[in-house]
């Protein structure tokens, strides 16, 4: 049998990059685009597209009886910005989406099901750098908590119910293909667009504030390296950490002047997203994803950073 592949959120910055790569991978008829938003024209025309909100079952459920896909991605979810705004709303997309799609994962008997975690799971307990696998994870946004809990969620399914159910904890992401929804680590996307529109940008967080951040096509190809993996090597069916490179808004802006070299960086005081970035990891230790599924990032910040700058300059 072949595979039928749903990816529900597929218009967001992760699903329009990862439903092209599964289509080359396994054909464009055999995976499904689905989103609340009208899909942009690559993707409509590519493949298969539904309409499908996550929270509402019947109409969810309808997609699993017509495709009774092999395996779902479920990317819908509300970030950790937006989610401090309408709290209530982020905790029922990303915790009933999450629970509706596992049961009916477990009804239509899907092979995989691929849920993504963050680094919002972490909290300012958790230790900073190198965060390991397992430590103190105390989040305080609605969005780490709801992660967090996501991710119990995920390892009860696989335990009670033996759901293939996979995860990664992804660091902030950098693309140029899609904008990124609502997120503390947008800065390290917006800068790019703004150092070739205007040659300046104003970061929304400090000149010292390091994360964990990934070139998207990173996280692309570690995100179906984890789905091809055999089930075998997998000992995480919570989250597994994932890292690519580690930077500041200051280490950046040094690297994109070495391709625009009047490029200025200011900083903007009292945007609520430094505190959430303070609680977050600065670097992470992903040795078991190293270990059990060969995870290794190509991208470093100069190459990241090349890249972005050729495409958005096209
Ligand atoms: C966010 O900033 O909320 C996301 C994430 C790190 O999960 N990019």
Redesign the pocket.
Known sequence: MSDKILVLGSNGQIGTELVTALRSGYGSDNVVACDIRRPDYEIKNAGPFEFVNVLDKEILKAVFEKYKPTQVYLLAAL???TGEQNPKLAWDLNMNGLLNVLDLALVYKTAKVYWPS???VFGPNSPKVNTPQFCTMDPNTV?GISKLAGERWCEYYHQKYGLDVRSIR????ISWKAA?G?????YAVHIFHEALKKGSYSSFLSAETELPMMYMDDAIRGTIQLMDAPAENLSIRSSYNFAGVSFTPEVLAAEIKKHIPDFKLTYSENDPRQEIADSWPKSIDDSYANKEWGWKPDFDLAKMTADMLMNLKK
């Open positions: 970030l950790s910005a963050s680094i919002a969005y992804y660091p902030g992401l990124p609502g997120g503390t680590t947008d």
